[in-house]
């Protein structure tokens, strides 16, 4: 007898469709897996067989080949479990053949035959959108918010037969209350009013939420990089309905939000640590294909402390990605494009004992020079603002007044991205040069000031289009008028300290 069920499995994160085929005919007992499965796949078999008999379901004494279709494409993980049991019930005339047509299986059987969530349900289902998919009961919530087709779920193995055969009913994602805001807390509990003094970094993280500007902080220990860096996901607007999809198809991929948690609302934040691999920040590895830390980030923040910490190939592998806001992996056997549109904000000492000022310092040339080897030119060159932060002083630290609020920020954040929005549909650090020709038009005093400092070697022609892209959000941020002036082109330049100068001091006026 032969059977094919409908069911997926995870590449990157993306699903990929796969047709179980079940062959039961006249031969010694046995069974075989085909279609390039991995470890997993082919211990599918044992976990299968007494799936079966625990539930008092017959384990056919024939010999069984399982094809999993198209055969050119790796099969991984245990999300073909369900599919190959029911595949076998069919090819017995267990279940009807004619009662799978509508139907898609994904889910991992224990040895007592229940249903067992898997990694990846948001991407698996969305690649079953043309049948009903069944899951588990964990991945439900998972798996149904992020389309709008009906998903099923069941408790174990009996049930989904006795659902198939009509005699039970099934649990839908339409009888599913589910809290989609339940994961949006992350670091939302840490108020920007926390940070005594720092106007010139409170003012940076604004313009960084409110354009979507890449921000590198160069300041001693102590002086509060990280935790200005932590709030700054605070400030960032609530994910549209298509961002909320591509973030929970990534962070399903690998597992991390809790099954129920539903659609991810806010902004993710990533902190990897500087030891951190170049597989593990750009993803890839293994056949899965796992998405890194740029990927998880996606839509959100990425915040690398300790920037001079990293390798020098980990740092240089973000530029594509900033700039294209994808990754391409290829290997030899496949090759997956994976989401990463992030922003990121970093944290470097000036220089190898943190103190970077003149006086204080107790590095010599030779080692200022190798700190400073560490970041590339073309990397630095990516960051729309770059500030010096200094350590607060006494009275700042002991002054009973709080700053403004992460929710007071975030209203004037939410007013400039509406701004930004309604003339491109994209955050201003997004603009083409076309684009941002027609809605940034310069005045003539800050057209020649920007002359003067690319004649002087200060600018880059990339650096010259970020300078004016943050000049916009500046705009932006102050009423939005119609001209970028020399005012918000001043303040953009002075957010873009040398890295070399360590500290110094600047005078910016608000």
Same mark, same amino acid.
């Given at each position: 007898?032969?059977?094919?069920?409908?069911?997926?499995?995870?590449?990157?994160?993306?699903?990929?469709?796969?047709?179980?085929?079940?062959?039961?005919?006249?031969?010694?007992?046995?069974?075989?897996?085909?279609?390039?499965?991995?470890?997993?796949?082919?211990?599918?078999?044992?976990?299968?067989?007494?799936?079966?008999?625990?539930?008092?379901?017959?384990?056919?004494?024939?010999?069984?080949?399982?094809?999993?279709?198209?055969?050119?494409?790796?099969?991984?993980?245990?999300?073909?479990?369900?599919?190959?049991?029911?595949?076998?019930?069919?090819?017995?005339?267990?279940?009807?053949?004619?009662?799978?047509?509508?139907?898609?299986?994904?889910?991992?059987?224990?040895?007592?035959?229940?249903?067992?969530?898997?990694?990846?349900?948001?991407?698996?289902?969305?690649?079953?959108?043309?049948?009903?998919?069944?899951?588990?009961?964990?991945?439900?919530?998972?798996?149904?918010?992020?389309?709008?087709?009906?998903?099923?779920?069941?408790?174990?193995?009996?049930?989904?037969?006795?659902?198939?055969?009509?005699?039970?009913?099934?649990?839908?994602?339409?009888?599913?209350?589910?809290?989609?805001?339940?994961?949006?807390?992350?670091?939302?509990?840490?108020?920007?009013?926390?940070?005594?003094?720092?106007?010139?970094?409170?003012?940076?993280?604004?313009?960084?939420?409110?354009?979507?500007?890449?921000?590198?902080?160069?300041?001693?220990?102590?002086?509060?990089?990280?935790?200005?860096?932590?709030?700054?996901?605070?400030?960032?607007?609530?994910?549209?309905?298509?961002?909320?999809?591509? =973030?929970?198809?990534?962070? %399903?991929?690998?597992?991390? $939000? +809790?099954?129920?948690?539903?659609?991810? /609302?806010? !902004?993710?934040? @990533?902190?990897?640590?500087?030891?951190?691999?170049?597989?593990?920040?750009?993803?890839?590895?293994?056949?899965?294909?796992?998405?890194?830390?740029?990927?998880?980030?996606?839509?959100?923040?990425?915040?690398?402390?300790?920037?001079?910490?990293?390798?020098?190939?980990?740092?240089?592998?973000?530029?594509?990605?900033?700039?294209?806001?994808?990754?391409?992996?290829?290997?030899?056997?496949?090759?997956?494009?994976?989401?990463?549109?992030?922003?990121?904000?970093?944290?470097?000492?000036?220089?190898?004992?943190?103190?970077?000022?003149?006086?204080?310092?107790?590095?010599?040339?030779?080692?200022?020079?190798?700190?400073?080897?560490?970041?590339?030119?073309?990397?630095?060159?990516?960051?729309?603002?770059?500030?010096?932060?200094?350590?607060?002083? =006494?009275?700042?630290?002991? %002054?009973?007044?709080?700053? $403004? +609020?992460?929710?007071?920020?975030?209203? /004037?954040? !939410?007013?400039? @991205?509406?701004?930004?929005?309604?003339?491109?549909?994209?955050?201003?650090?997004?603009?083409?040069?076309?684009?941002?020709?027609?809605?940034?038009?310069?005045?003539?005093?800050?057209?020649?000031?920007?002359?003067?400092?690319?004649?002087?070697?200060?600018?880059?022609?990339?650096?010259?289009?970020?300078?004016?892209?943050?000049?916009?959000?500046?705009?932006?941020?102050?009423?939005?008028?119609?001209?970028?002036?020399?005012?918000?082109?001043?303040?953009?330049?002075?957010?873009?300290?040398?890295?070399?100068?360590?500290?110094?001091?600047?005078?910016?006026?608000?």
């Amino acid at each position: 007898m032969f059977a094919s069920v409908r069911s997926a499995t995870l590449l990157g994160v993306r699903g990929s469709r796969v047709d179980v085929e079940v062959h039961a005919g006249i031969g010694l007992p046995g069974f075989t897996v085909v279609g390039q499965p991995d470890e997993v796949c082919r211990e599918s078999r044992d976990r299968v067989r007494a799936a079966l008999l625990s539930c008092g379901l017959p384990w056919p004494t024939r010999r069984v080949t399982v094809n999993l279709a198209p055969t050119g494409d790796r099969k991984s993980g245990a999300c073909l479990d369900l599919a190959i049991a029911i595949g076998l019930l069919a090819a017995q005339e267990v279940v009807a053949i004619d009662a799978l047509a509508n139907f898609a299986f994904v889910a991992e059987l224990g040895l007592d035959g229940s249903l067992r969530p898997v990694r990846g349900a948001t991407p698996l289902v969305l690649a079953l959108t043309d049948r009903t998919a069944v899951v588990a009961p964990e991945n439900l919530a998972e798996a149904s918010a992020a389309t709008t087709a009906q998903v099923y779920s069941a408790k174990n193995l009996l049930d989904v037969v006795e659902c198939l055969s009509g005699t039970a009913d099934w649990q839908c994602s339409k009888n599913l209350v589910c809290d989609f805001g339940a994961n949006a807390i992350a670091l939302n509990s840490r108020d920007l009013a926390d940070v005594q003094g720092q106007p010139v970094a409170r003012r940076a993280l604004e313009i960084a939420a409110a354009g979507a500007h890449h921000l590198l902080l160069v300041g001693p220990p102590g002086a509060g990089k990280t935790m200005l860096a932590e709030r700054l996901v605070g400030l960032l607007p609530p994910l549209t309905d298509d961002e909320a999809i591509s =973030t929970t198809m990534v962070h %399903s991929s690998v597992q991390l $939000e +809790s099954p129920n948690a539903g659609l991810i /609302r806010r !902004a993710p934040y @990533r902190a990897p640590h500087h030891s951190s691999s170049m597989v593990s920040m750009v993803g890839g590895g293994t056949a899965l294909m796992r998405p890194g830390e740029i990927s998880l980030a996606s839509n959100g923040v990425l915040f690398l402390d300790e920037l001079g910490e990293f390798a020098p190939s980990v740092l240089d592998a973000l530029r594509q990605p900033l700039e294209q806001g994808i990754v391409r992996l290829a290997r030899a056997r496949t090759s997956v494009v994976m989401p990463a549109k992030f922003l990121l904000v970093a944290a470097t000492n000036p220089c190898p004992c943190g103190e970077g000022t003149p006086g204080v310092c107790t590095c010599d040339d030779a080692a200022r020079a190798r700190y400073l080897r560490r970041f590339s030119g073309p990397l630095l060159d990516r960051f729309d603002l770059r500030v010096a932060v200094s350590r607060p002083n =006494t009275n700042e630290l002991l %002054s009973p007044e709080r700053g $403004e +609020s992460t929710s007071e920020v975030a209203k /004037r954040v !939410a007013i400039a @991205r509406q701004i930004a929005f309604a003339r491109f549909k994209c955050a201003n650090s997004a603009l083409t040069r076309e684009q941002l020709d027609a809605v940034a038009p310069l005045s003539k005093k800050a057209e020649q000031r920007l002359r003067r400092e690319l004649e002087a070697g200060h600018l880059t022609g990339r650096g010259y289009h970020r300078v004016r892209r943050v000049a916009r959000t500046i705009a932006d941020l102050n009423g939005a008028p119609e001209v970028v002036d020399e005012a918000h082109l001043n303040l953009a330049l002075m957010m873009r300290v040398d890295l070399a100068s360590g500290l110094r001091s600047r005078e910016l006026v608000f």
